[in-house]
């Protein structure tokens, strides 16, 4: 249902070397049929491949209604990681745009949303009194790579945040997907702004962690129609994309890691090995055990990948993704000790930037 009172917007937008989509996302948020006021503000962080020029264009050629300002991010500030600076930046940039803005919409440069996406979004806000609303992009599942590792990606996704949790305000989980956040401004200085999670590395879940903590609610799901315009039809950009941040999420631990490495190969590997060595042990009842584990792995795994469009007969592959993902987060471990700390979009942080754990 509709609020009576369509509050106004900013959508912030941080963008580095972000030339292949930032078109496309702009004209997209330009393009919402969002009752109330919106403004977009994209702060480039240091582009060198033409980004704030096309978001420039895309500005020059939006309707009065729909502002796109574009504005040169300062240098790094010590202690920040490169987005969080960014978001900062563009927070108070909006808040002088904007006086009166009650929401922020916090989006990257690869989103693209569907038309009638942000109304639904604080039309939720709204009905749930929630703070915080988030909604997981749709990515893309084309390629080969895509469909064994994307739907298992946000299935595990769920598995150390399950969403039910997220949005119950008695439960302490918390998490958020940082594609799209729509947070209440009062929210964010309630927690005292951007600043409060300056040095996260896995700003989406420290964000909505620090919201829940002082007592706001927080609304998580999956989306329909905003979707990731970035593609993966090999193997190691996705491989990137999880190494980076899988031994952040673990606190750097190497105790974590190991319990992880060695659940994980419990829970996804065992089973399909009991079943593939049956001639072997020739153990029934481990044989059988086996089957029951590997069928009801799969039955838990069916709807996300109906939720992607893929056949539920491919949930039997979901130990195939296991092993991958536990072998990307040893080799998160391993590329953080090489380099000395956590590296992201070309930046050194050094040991900084551990992730808020995991509520149970």
């Known amino acids: 249902m509709d609020p009576t009172h369509w509050p106004r917007v900013v959508a912030v937008l941080p963008a580095r070397d972000e030339a292949e989509t930032i078109k496309e996302v702009l004209e997209r948020l330009v393009a919402q049929d969002y009752p109330g006021s919106l403004s977009i503000l994209m702060v480039d962080d240091g582009s060198s491949d033409g980004t704030a020029g096309i978001a420039a264009s895309v500005a020059r050629a939006a309707p009065d209604d729909r502002t796109v300002t574009v504005l040169a991010g300062g240098p790094l500030a010590e202690g920040w990681t490169g987005k969080l600076w960014a978001l900062a930046q563009g927070v108070e940039r909006a808040k002088e745009l904007d006086p009166y803005v009650e929401f922020f919409l916090f989006t990257d440069a690869d989103i693209g949303h569907g038309p009638h996406q942000l109304r639904r979004l604080v039309a939720q806000a709204e009905a749930h009194k929630a703070d915080l609303v988030s909604l ?37 989980t918390a998490a958020a997907a940082g594609g799209c956040v729509l947070i209440r401004a009062s929210a ?14 896995i700003d989406d879940c420290s964000l909505a962690r620090a919201v829940k903590e002082s007592g706001g609610r927080l609304w998580l799901g999956l989306a329909d129609d905003t979707t990731s ?20 999420q673990l606190m750097h631990s190497p105790l974590l890691l190991i319990g992880t490495v060695i659940g994980m190969l419990l829970l996804y590997l065992a089973p399909p090995l009991l079943v593939l060595t049956w001639p072997l042990h020739e153990d029934s009842e481990a044989g ?11 039955a838990s795994y069916a709807p996300m990948l109906r939720h992607y469009g893929r056949s539920p007969i491919e949930a039997l592959l979901l130990p195939k993704a296991g092993l991958l993902y536990t072998l990307m987060t040893i080799d998160s471990a391993r590329l953080y000790y090489r380099r000395g700390g956590n590296r992201w ?12 754990p995991p509520a149970p």
Request: aromatic share 16%.
């Open 136 to 172: 997981m992009a749709r990515l893309q599942c084309a390629s080969f790579w895509e469909r064994v590792l994307i739907p298992a990606f946000v299935y595990f996704f769920q598995k150390l945040y399950p969403f039910s949790w997220a949005n119950d305000p008695k439960r302490k």
């Open 188 to 201: 964010l200085t309630r927690i005292g702004g951007i600043e409060a999670i300056r040095g996260r590395l």
């Open 229 to 248: 315009l970035r593609g993966y039809t090999t193997l190691w950009p996705i491989w990137g994309m999880v190494a980076r941040s899988a031994y952040t």
């Open 288 to 298: 059988l055990v086996g089957v029951l584990a590997w069928l009801l792995m799969a």
């Open 345 to 356: 979009k070309g930046r050194d942080y050094g040991r900084a930037g551990v992730a808020d």
